[in-house]
């Protein structure tokens, strides 16, 4: 089991920056990504590590978003760049060991002038 806890949402402007933290209890190997939410839509992938350790992105953040991780902090990151208002969202990150997927609590970022 793995707990996890998102921080770094917040209202930004459009052109703003933000970075999103997930802090994980345990080993964060098992963390695959970070999630969206917007009201009334279902939760989208927004960027992923591949199992070969790779990247990867949602079409409509490339180029603007990127995520890492630092493995002595047990947290994963996701830098927003030139932010949109479309980007807000309630944010997830998500751990996965076979069976069952972990979400944290999610924060919220607004995107707004």
């Known amino acids: 089991q793995v707990q996890l806890v998102e921080s770094g949402g917040g209202l930004v402007q459009p052109g703003g920056s933000l970075r999103l933290s997930c802090a994980a209890s345990?080993?964060?190997?098992?963390?695959k990504g970070w999630y969206r939410q917007a009201p009334g839509k279902q939760r989208d992938l927004v960027a992923s590590?591949?199992?070969?350790?790779?990247?990867n992105y949602a079409d409509s953040v490339k180029g603007r978003f990127a995520i890492s991780r630092d493995n002595a902090k047990n947290t994963v990151y996701l830098q927003m760049n030139s932010l949109k208002p479309e980007d807000t969202a309630v944010y997830y990150c998500?751990?996965?060991?076979?069976?069952?997927?972990?979400w944290g609590q999610g924060t919220q970022v607004t995107v707004s002038s």
């Open positions: 345990g080993s964060i190997a098992s963390i």
């Open positions: 998500k751990a996965s060991i076979w069976p069952y997927d972990y």
């Open positions: 590590f591949t199992s070969s350790g790779r990247t």
